[in-house]
């Protein structure tokens, strides 16, 4: 019998799956890019915080928790870095650490989910606190942190370096063009029927192997026949399919973070919402309670207003349905990047935006109200 979603079992196999489940990619990681040794070498804790990476808290016994507090903890060493990793603190990095002649040395290094899709809460000191899964942690740099590996050529560290925080290129790979996409968030996915910004793949599940065999480089198999040129990567064995069913009810479970008291002017919200469903024209688009006309209607990138705000190939060209679904919009008010393409850096930037290139005429107070609005989602 195949167990609900909403199975607690199921949902805590994919809690774990989510933080800890490299899928075995410890052979490109490690083996190809030879990470481990870079972090050994190169990356201390105040390297690493800088980068965007983040440390779990909850994973720091009493005594490194004291250490960092009092200075007898390095955060410029390589060293603790290592130590980090072998006490499971680094969000999204899964460390094999040996001892060796007494002296710990990091063997392996993956990645996990978490890694983009998770964040903390800042509650020890910048960086450092309690996990937040699900939230775009975008402060994450992972081309800056890609770029470390020395098995790379210059024209790739190139490209690396360019993408900038939060930002990711899923299909830099394939298609070696470079327009790195905003991290999305992994939260508030249940009844959303269209995960990515294109509207590629009916379900989570087809996202999810598609990042774990082609992204993340776990064991599996990834074939898309409607894109061109088709795709196909088989990396065996299969550490991958058994996995999707927990990893995708976990994220179901993720709910959409509401907006702390002073976000928003709750008075201001109720007239942007006026103007959401009024003159501003949102809900024509950002329909029902996902705020997302898709699956049903995707968009030509023509008619989306941050399409050509930022250099590069255009996401949609380089998808299966060469489309743009609308967004939902949730947690907004908890976002440093808008657009799938990050190109606004305030929600005044999106309302601008679509106010000047979809000819609105909204007022500064309408605007200011709109924006008050969706900082409430």
């Known amino acids: 019998m195949t167990p609900s979603e909403d199975d607690p079992a199921l949902i805590a196999s994919g809690k774990n799956i989510f933080r800890f489940e490299t899928f075995g990619d410890e052979t490109f990681w490690t083996d190809t890019l030879r990470m481990h040794e870079v972090i050994s070498s190169a990356v201390d804790p105040t390297t690493a915080l800088s980068v965007g990476l983040k440390v779990d808290s909850d994973s720091l016994p009493p005594a490194v928790v004291q250490g960092i507090h009092d200075g007898s903890i390095s ?15 680094v969000v999204g990095l899964k460390g094999t650490v040996t001892t060796v002649n007494g002296q ?6 993956g990645i996990t989910c978490a890694l983009c899709h998770s964040t903390v809460d800042n509650s020890f000191s910048a960086g450092i606190g309690k996990r937040l899964d699900g939230w775009p942690n975008h402060d994450l740099n992972a081309g800056a942190i890609i770029a470390l ?4 050529t210059p024209a790739q560290k190139a ?3 360019s993408w900038g925080k939060g930002k990711y290129d899923a299909r830099y790979n394939f298609d070696g063009l470079n327009g790195p996409a905003l991290i999305p968030p992994a939260y508030g996915l249940r009844g959303v029927a269209s995960i990515t910004y294109t509207g590629d793949g009916a379900n989570i599940a087809y996202w999810n192997r598609y990042v774990a065999v082609t992204q993340m480089h776990g064991h599996g198999s990834w074939v898309e026949v409607g894109i061109s040129p088709p795709e196909n990567v088989q990396n065996p064995p299969d550490k991958v399919t058994a996995k999707l069913a927990a990893l995708q009810a976990y994220q179901l479970s993720l709910e959409t973070p ?4 002073g976000t928003f002017n709750v008075a201001a919200a109720a007239r942007g919402r006026l103007v959401f469903e009024g003159v501003a024209q949102c809900s024509s688009c950002h329909a029902g309670n996902h705020f997302t006309d898709a699956p049903g209607r995707l968009h030509n990138p023509a008619d989306v207003v ?3 705000e930022v250099s590069g190939p255009s996401l949609a060209s380089r998808s299966v349905t060469k489309m743009y679904r609308t967004t ?3 947690g ?6 808008f657009f799938h393409n990050g190109a606004a850096t305030a929600l005044e930037e999106v309302v601008g935006l679509y106010n000047s290139r979809k000819s609105l005429g909204l007022s500064i107070g309408q605007r200011a109200d709109l924006v008050n609005y969706l900082r409430s989602l």
Do not use: I
């Open 75 to 89: 955060l410029t060493s390589p060293a603790t870095t290592v130590a980090l990793l072998k006490l499971n603190a």
């Open 104 to 109: 710990d040395v990091l063997t392996s290094v």
């Open 149 to 152: 590996s020395g098995a790379l």
């Open 159 to 161: 490209v690396y370096n």
């Open 258 to 261: 509401p907006a702390p008291a």
């Open 306 to 308: 941050s399409e050509g």
């Open 328 to 330: 939902p919009l949730r």
């Open 332 to 337: 907004l008010w908890q976002r440093s990047f």
